[in-house]
């Protein structure tokens, strides 16, 4: 019993993966190259079927990425829910009605990956870079 209830939570990625990485008020996509929760589950459900039984996910982050983590106040702020959902940093600007500062983003291994030219400005503190 102990075996198949910790399967089915490795195998559930529902609130470790978002549902889509598309914003949720633009729908622009947030992380192209990223795979969605159900592109994960199958992945990890496929792994069992492979000789080698590893997992097989590719992951990118490229200029077009814009994955970040801000501090959960300024998500609050937004109008968001831990978990809610997905925003670009446009609509997050939007929502809080201001340009987004270095001390906004919390100490989160996304916050040191390659971005958009406005995502990547935000974090250095760099002027409106649209």
């Known amino acids: 019993m102990k075996h198949s209830k910790a399967r089915s ?3 559930d990625f529902r609130g470790v993966a978002p549902e889509s990485w598309n914003c949720i008020d ?8 990223h795979p969605t929760r159900l592109e994960i589950e199958r992945a990890y459900k496929a792994r069992a079927l ?3 039984g590893e997992l097989h996910l590719t992951i990118s982050f490229d200029d077009w990425t814009e994955v970040y ?25 939007q929502r809080l009605g201001r340009q987004l500062h270095p001390t906004d983003f919390e100490d ?3 916050n040191d990956m ?10 250095k503190g760099e002027g409106d870079d649209a």
């Not at 998500?75 to 446009?90: D, Q, T, V, Y």
């Not at 971005?115 to 974090?123: I, V, Y």
């Open 108 to 110: 989160h291994p996304f």
């Open 9 to 11: 939570i490795i195998e």
């Open 114 to 123: 390659p971005g958009t030219s406005r995502l990547l400005a935000r974090r």
């Open 50 to 52: 492979r000789p080698d």
């Open 26 to 33: 633009c729908g622009r996509n947030t992380a192209p190259g």
């Open 69 to 93: 983590s801000v501090h959960s106040s300024v998500w609050e702020a937004a109008g968001m829910s831990p978990k809610g959902g997905c925003l670009c940093i446009g609509c997050l600007e």
